[in-house]
């Protein structure tokens, strides 16, 4: 479905991707882990054709991201680090302007589907500036869906929410996953990848210097020493417990 081979891109100077090859499934999710400055970004936004790079080729179901952009623009959807959304209108009034804006047939009906399916029906017609962090996302991701495209980038989709708000946009991307669509995932929290990808890329200095499923990655490690230690929940399990996970 995505298909990069020796993808280069630089700003001025400074080189961002050195040769970037990567190859993500149909219906998988993938996980481009890496920090800060390492080019998560910048790859995404030549996947979305939002940026030309200097030197290889990209491909997004089957179409090049250079040469035939507006094919690539039909099939994919970007949700950034920050949540899209007009926090004057309601949750139902975002989706219905996407709906409307992408030519879509009935956007009233469109509209509510995607609110049951992100369990958002209760605040529908609440201003989106009332609503949390996480359920801005979880609307932003909803939004990015209007048209059922095929491939999705996540970029950093849980930058600035608390844990709450971050296992409310795992949710999310499983139900993604559950229906077939291919995400690529940016982030730069070893959890975030190990919980929701099928594959992870690990892009260090502008290339991708491990690539495979969280097994495979664990093979390249010497064998652990078995140790037999009582597990403590951790701080993430005792904030879920106290506070509820659906208050």
């Known amino acids: ?21 990567l190859d993500v499934e149909r219906g998988s999710v993938c996980a481009l882990l890496g920090s800060n400055g390492a080019g998560k970004t910048t790859l995404v936004r030549v996947l979305a054709t939002l940026l030309r790079p200097d030197a290889g080729t990209a491909c997004v179901a089957g179409s090049d991201v250079v040469t035939q952009a507006a094919r690539v623009r039909e099939v994919i959807s970007l949700t950034g680090q920050f949540a899209a959304v007009d926090d004057v209108l309601s949750g139902r009034e975002n989706l219905v302007l996407v709906a409307r804006l992408r030519h879509q047939p009935d956007p009233g009906r469109i509209a509510d589907d995607l609110l049951a399916r992100f ?24 939004m990015s869906l209007v048209g059922d495209p095929p491939v999705i980038f996540l970029d950093e989709p849980t930058t600035g929410l608390d844990p709450q708000g971050r296992g409310e946009v ?6 993604l996953a559950g229906r077939g669509t291919t995400v690529l995932l940016t982030t730069q929290y070893l959890d975030e990848a190990e919980q929701l990808a099928d594959r992870i890329a690990i892009l260090h200095e502008g290339r991708i210097i491990a690539d495979g499923s969280l097994a495979d990655l664990q093979q390249l490690l010497p064998p652990a020493r078995v140790e037999y230690v ?18």
């Open 230 to 247: 009582e597990k403590q929940p951790t701080l993430e399990e005792v904030f879920l417990a106290v506070v509820g996970a659906d208050s």
């Open 119 to 142: 369990d958002l029906t209760e605040a529908a017609d609440r201003r989106v500036a009332t609503y949390s962090g996480g359920m801005r996302r979880r609307l932003d991701i909803a």
């Open 1 to 21: 479905m995505i298909t990069v081979r020796g993808l280069e891109k630089s700003y001025g100077d400074l080189g961002v991707l050195r040769g970037v090859d």
């Open 170 to 175: 795992w949710a999310c991307v499983r139900e």
